[in-house]
């Protein structure tokens, strides 16, 4: 069965038909569902009972796989999983939901703020890969907010006044928005700020988006209360309800985002139940702005 793409929300999310992500996808097969998430920023995939190895082979079919490595503080000894992929699960290594206070859990609570995937990285991954092994019945949707209908709405003004401003992001700052402030000095290498572009425009369509996450701390030449407040105003643009899309997870299904136009946040759920999602990505090609010196 060829693939083909239903649109849940137009320009923004489909919803792939006609794929088998068990078997390596053919590159006439690839180039579609690129071209498809070219046009709609999320795709979702239902019934995919894959494994680890299987979603990155998925996942590097469209470019090499983002190195999972210091996207959060789980030492490498207490990893859960043993293979390349980034465990979004609530659980610790016995697969048991980590106790309230761990704080691995806590950091990991991060993915409750509307935030793009790796722009805490010089290079941002472009394309976030979720598949849900064991998701939740109550709670626990993830959001999609599209970042190019919400800059295509900004009035010329706000347009005007931010198209060249420089922000920096960093896990610390989004984690210092849950009153997580302590990191060692490894961490605060690896979470070093960089700098982004908040007007960024896509290097496939040509077409600009917001580049907006809660691991930014601050716009590079401004005071940082003034910067935050404008940002906490283009969030609240941003994630207006006509802006997003919610997804409530069924057992093996598997999305596929572009982080270069979009933001997503998990919505609470019962964290005495279990939430095994894998995670994958895809990296990208070029900064969105110059590094500091
Ligand atoms: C992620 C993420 C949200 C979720 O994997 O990048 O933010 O629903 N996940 O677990
Ligand atoms: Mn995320």
Redesign the pocket.
Known sequence: MPISIRDLHPEFVGEVEGCDLRRPLSREETRRLEEGIHRSAVLVFHDQDIDDLQQVAFTTGFGPLENQRGVDVTPVEDLRLKTPV?D?SNLGQDNKPLPRDHRIRMFNLG?RLW?T?YSYRAIQAKY?I?SGRVVVTEG???EFADMRAAYDALDAGTRAEIEDLICEHSLMYSRSKLGLTEFTPEEQVTFKPVRHRLVRTHPATGRKSLFLAAHIGTIVGWPVPEARALLQDLIEHATQPQFVHV?R?RPHDLIMWDNQRTM????RFDETRV?D?R?TAVSGDAPTAPQAA
């Open positions: 980034s979004v993915n935030h995937d976030s979720l626990g949707n993830t997804h997870w997503h946040r998990v919505r939430r999602l995670h």
